[in-house]
Structure formats: structure tokens, C-alpha cells
């Protein structure tokens, strides 16, 4: 069992910044890859970063250069740092763990830009 608590939400301006956090119950090696995904209301899930095991990652194409996803080891934690934000980035972010074949999402945590 992975537990999975976010934080770093918030309100802020178009142009601004926020970085969430995702800390994980278990080691970081043991977990095969960590991703964000939002969604906003009456919308599906939709994949926002992920990075894998081996420190590859990848991005949804509308947060390409404007979002960074990293993972720091030693405290268990990936972090999506988000700059140069956009209205259209309002949505509940959700961490998510894959490990073997288990899938496990945080709680979810509102982030929302005004224009």
C-alpha cells in the first residue's frame, strides 16, 4: 500500500507560480513511476507529468516549457513546479504512484489562476 499526501495548492494570477509536492508512504526506488493528473469539473483525468523510475519524463503538450516535474529521493517526494500560469490551468491536481501493478492517487489539491 502506497500512501500518497499532496500539498502546494493554492490561488494565484496568470503569470505566476506555484510548485506542489507529492510525498509517498514508501522509497521513491520502489515505486516504478509518479505522474500529475487534473481535472476539473465533468472532465476526465487528464495526464499532466510523469516521471519514471529512471528519471525520464514526459509532459502533456499544453504545459511543455511552462511545467517542470522532479523527484527528490531522500524525502520521498515529486514535485511539479508550474510557472507562467494560465486560467486554463484551474483544476484539482491528483498525484499518482504506479507500483507493479497497483495504481494509487492522493487526495487531490485545488489549484486556480485568475485572469
Do not use: H
Not at 507529468?49 to 527528490?72: C, E, L, M, P, Q
Not at 484539482?92 to 492522493?106: D, E, F, I, S, T
Amino acid at each position: 500500500q502506497v500512501q500518497l499526501v499532496e500539498s502546494g495548492g493554492g490561488k494565484v494570477q496568470a503569470g505566476g507560480s506555484l510548485r506542489l509536492s507529492c510525498t509517498a508512504s514508501v522509497r521513491l526506488f520502489s515505486i516504478n513511476a509518479m505522474g500529475w493528473y487534473r481535472q476539473g469539473p465533468g472532465k476526465q483525468r487528464d495526464l499532466v507529468a510523469r516521471i519514471s523510475s529512471d528519471g525520464s519524463t514526459n509532459y502533456a503538450d499544453s504545459v511543455k516549457g511552462r511545467f517542470t516535474i522532479s523527484r527528490d529521493n531522500a524525502n520521498n517526494t515529486v514535485y511539479l513546479q508550474m510557472n507562467s500560469l494560465k486560467p486554463e490551468d484551474t483544476d484539482v491536481y491528483y498525484c499518482k504512484a504506479l507500483r507493479g501493478w497497483a495504481a494509487y492517487w492522493g487526495q487531490g489539491t485545488q489549484v486556480t489562476v485568475s485572469s
